[in-house]
């Protein structure tokens, strides 16, 4: 039933991790209709009992998320903010991840971010108001080995985010980026299980394996998403936003530090790095 008091947000990826804990937030606040979307609709019951909406929406098919945004719009009339959040990675060397699987990378991270916002756009561009987050990442700065695929849909997403914040400045529509570092979510496990699936030539095994090291040792130690889901929160419902939110101590730092090196060292720096984890003793 429609609440005209509340504000209307729709949040992509609300099963798992970001999407999830910052629609809990945001009912906890309350003043919001939240509309919780992702494919796995039994991982939102939880939410549902909060009082979110649940769609199923896989965000790669181009007839769920229009119906998905239709339902709000029947039901709403109308979409103040949008959060989109759903994405995953693919991790693996260029040459070795399956062409069908980068396809699909694009088609989830970039694509389906372009479905949902070509379906969104048209009313909040009527309301003259509206406010979007795009999730991207600190690897949509930076990049290295071993997560090339990934980080280049986040690249695409960050150019296509400022492209897009000027394009709906003066329709009274905010757009804001969410970069985080490494969080402990269901991301980890999505994209190291891929790192292991993905066949590599010799040429890249110690590669993969010291990259997969590097990366578990970094999200056992990395922090749970409540910082991110805080900054997202703030996205969403600050007067004014910033355009950018970092949301952890590396998204901050790294980016930075590497604007201070040249390519050249930095590729030193990685390749060695990768082949200390690779050649370690008991390594998890
Ligand atoms: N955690 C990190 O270290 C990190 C860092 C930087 C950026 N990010 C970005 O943050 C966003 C959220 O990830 P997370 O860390 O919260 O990971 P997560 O816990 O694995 O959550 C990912 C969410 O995306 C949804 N999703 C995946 N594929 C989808 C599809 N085809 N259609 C619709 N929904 C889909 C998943 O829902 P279903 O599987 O139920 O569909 C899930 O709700 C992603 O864009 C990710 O790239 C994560």
């Not at 409540?226 to 949301?247: N, Q, R």
Request: aromatic content about 6%; hydrophobic content about 40%; some cysteine.
């Amino acid at each position: 039933m429609k609440n005209s008091e509340n504000k209307v947000v729709l949040i992509t990826g609300a099963s798992s991790g970001f999407g999830k804990l910052t629609a809990e937030k945001l009912l906890a606040a309350g003043g919001w209709e939240v509309y919780a979307a992702s494919r796995r609709i039994e991982k939102m019951r939880g939410l549902e009992k909060k009082g979110a909406r649940v769609i199923k929406m896989d965000v790669a098919s181009s007839k769920e998320v229009n119906a998905g945004v239709g339902r709000i719009i029947r039901e709403q009339g109308r979409i103040d903010a949008l959060l989109s959040n759903a994405g995953y990675g693919t991790y693996g060397m260029i040459e070795s991840v399956p062409l069908e699987e980068i396809l699909h990378q694009y088609e989830v991270n970039v694509f389906g971010m372009a479905r949902v916002l070509k379906a969104v756009l048209p009313r909040m561009r009527k309301q003259r108001s509206g406010r979007i987050v795009l999730t991207a990442s600190m690897v949509s700065r930076i990049s290295t080995l071993g997560l090339g695929w990934y980080a280049s849909t986040k690249h695409a997403v960050r150019a296509m985010g400022i492209a897009l914040r000027q394009e709906v400045k003066e329709l009274g529509i905010d757009v804001v980026m969410i970069e985080p570092g490494a969080v402990k979510t269901g991301f980890d496990a999505v994209a190291l299980g891929m790192l292991r699936r993905v066949k590599h030539p010799g040429d890249y095994k110690k590669y993969a394996k010291g990259f997969g090291r590097l990366l578990s040792d970094a999200y056992r130690r990395s922090p749970g998403p409540e910082s991110t889901a805080d900054c997202m929160v703030k996205a969403i419902t600050a007067a004014k936003p910033k355009t950018v939110y970092k949301t952890t101590i590396d998204a901050k730092v790294i980016p930075r530090v590497l604007a201070l090196i040249t390519d050249k060292l930095f590729d030193r720096f990685v390749l060695s790095s990768v082949k200390k984890a690779a050649k370690k003793k008991n390594a998890g």
